[in-house]
């Protein structure tokens, strides 16, 4: 499968963008177990254009990484197109518009999944942003607004008119938010369209091999994407790929720890900490543990790295000591 002159290879397993979730540390971690593609937070065009310091830092990007896309999100032609010649000279291997975001502060504001409720400005953005820069240009959206509007098949071959390269779509519509399940049922729709030629990536509800495998053999896209199943887990790619060999507990604290010393590094030990906080609530691998509340708020609680590793060390030994 290849996006512009991107080769990803057979099957490829993406990354999703995701705010507060795919800063650089995690990025890296994900890639090395398997991620064929990542994506950083999306970032606001309007605050990039305003040169807002804390947005434009998202732009940081690692060789390591690639390839790697930038998403960006707004409501508005102008600010769009400025903003994505920005992120051009960040040199991702791709831009990735956000017409799917289904959060309040985005939405209600016309942004992200906001955009489907103006399906002509939603347009005009997107073949403004191809005409203006050389890089890949790529959309992530949603079904629809709700139920009664679905929009997803006309829609497609109305982005892919517009010139971008690939399609991401999430099974779900903006009032659904993460609620219930993701329908693949119009992402196999799109991606059987004969009339569709560019590759068309899948996204909702991915948490397993089977998983994957259901999605590229009975709907047939040309990727997947998976997102809110990696938080304190990017050794998922690995163990979805088969491209990692099989880790034990110990090897995944010992990432996570890995993950934290990134993130004080890239920034300060405060912020850095409270990037972990979001993986080490969320990972899998301490669910089960009997009379864990305690520690677990002692965890999340943890205001210095000497303190949060010697939490980990503990939750590692009696882990190690239980079998």
Known sequence: MKIGNIDFGHRPVFLAPMEDVTD??????????????????????????????????KLT????????????????TQSMVEAAKIVEQAHPDLIDLNFGCPVKKVAGKGAGAGMLQNIPLLLEITREVVKAVKLPVTVKTRLGWDSN??????????LQDCGISALTIHGRTRAQMYTGDADWTLIGEVKNNPRIHIPIIGNGDITSADDVQRAFERYGVDAVMIGRATFGRPWIFGEITGKAAALSVSDKIDILKEQLRINVERIDEYRGILHTRRHLAATPIFKGIPDFRQTRIAMLRAETVDELTAILEEIRQRLTAEG
């Open 61 to 76: 990007i690692s060789e390591e990484e690639r390839p790697v896309g930038i998403q960006i999100y707004g409501r508005d």
């Open 149 to 158: 509007n679905l929009v997803i098949t006309d829609l497609a071959e109305r």
């Open 24 to 57: 650089i540390g995690f990025r890296m971690l994900c890639k090395r177990y398997g991620a064929a593609m990542v994506y950083t937070e999306f970032v606001s065009a309007e605050a990039l254009v305003r040169s807002v310091k804390s947005t434009l830092s």
